[in-house]
């Protein structure tokens, strides 16, 4: 048997058609056009996030949120078209709505609404953007930073450096907290007591200074200083200050308060400990007498 004898029975081997879609044989040649297919898709996606999206990105100064947006859906883009040409290879049309639908109610019937509905949830996420990579957000009692969007899940790493994965549904249907939305900027409230006997005009002035010495308040909005109310031993006052960044809220109030410590000890401004009245009652009841 010659060579060519051989190609050609392999070639008649790979081109018989082992079932049929739509009326269009399938055989184990169209199969592996649309394996090809799909892994030169895969490929390409990933070269054009790695190499081409972030060259060109550089050149606009884009947000990080706004380059994991247009990455993403980039890549769906160029994905979906990888799968349309592989189903058209092997006789799938799916040019029509009906058969999407098809299979997503198939999906539906074999349990996948969840899957579905994170699906959805996560294309939400990327055109409606509520949240975006890069937000600090707070999603129950755990706060942290996204770090990636997916089809199915959103990454949040916390502040303990733990990843959370949080199904995008959790974005879309309960209330979340975005540190980070529209406007970055974040009021920080400090609530501190001074003894009654303290110099009122100095302490405002104390406070003013600590805020305007640390380089992380923001001085528009300028800080303020308010007597909120005469509480039971001390003058409750209050520091507002703007952060430019929410992340840095813990290390900014830290920082404040160390800062206030030292600025009311050089002024000899007291804070007094909380005081309590005890009253006590002479004599008792002779029955209780021993």
């Excluded at 009692?141 to 959790?170: A, F, M, Q």
């Excluded at 929410?246 to 804070?271: M, Q, W, Y």
Aim: with cysteine; proline share 4%.
């Amino acid at each position: 048997m010659t060579p060519k004898d051989i190609f050609m029975s392999f070639q008649e081997a790979v081109k018989y058609p082992l079932f049929s879609i739509n009326q269009t044989p399938v055989s184990a040649m169209s199969i592996m056009v649309f394996l090809v297919i799909l892994l030169l898709t895969i490929l390409i996606s990933r070269l054009v996030k790695k190499k081409l999206l972030k060259s060109i990105f550089s050149k606009f100064n884009l947000e990080i949120g706004i380059e994991f947006t247009l990455t993403r859906i980039t890549q769906y883009l160029i994905l979906m078209t990888g799968l349309f040409l592989g189903f058209q290879s092997i006789g799938i049309d799916l040019s029509g709505l009906a058969v999407i639908v098809g299979f997503l109610s198939v999906g539906i019937g074999f349990g996948l609404q969840n899957v579905t509905s994170n699906f959805v949830s996560g294309l939400i996420l990327l055109f409606e953007r509520p949240i975006k990579v890069g937000d600090r957000v707070t999603v129950g009692d755990k706060i942290g930073d996204v770090e990636n969007i997916r089809i199915r899940s959103t990454t949040i790493r916390t502040l303990n450096n733990i990843s959370i994965i949080v199904p995008n549904t959790e974005f879309i249907s309960n209330s979340v907290i975005n540190w980070s939305h529209g406007d970055k900027r974040m009021r920080l409230d400090l609530e501190i007591g001074v003894s009654y006997n303290s110099d009122l005009q100095k302490v405002i002035n104390a406070l003013t200074e600590v805020a305007k010495e640390n380089l992380e308040i923001l001085q528009d909005p300028p800080p303020e200083v308010l007597l909120r109310e005469f509480g039971d031993s001390a003058w409750n006052m209050q520091l507002r200050v703007w952060l430019p960044d929410p992340k840095r809220f813990d290390l900014v109030k830290s920082d404040l308060n160390c800062a206030i410590v030292g600025k009311f000890r050089e002024n000899e401004i007291e804070i007094p400990f909380p005081q309590r009245d005890l009253h006590l009652r002479t004599g008792f009841s002779k029955s209780t007498q021993i």
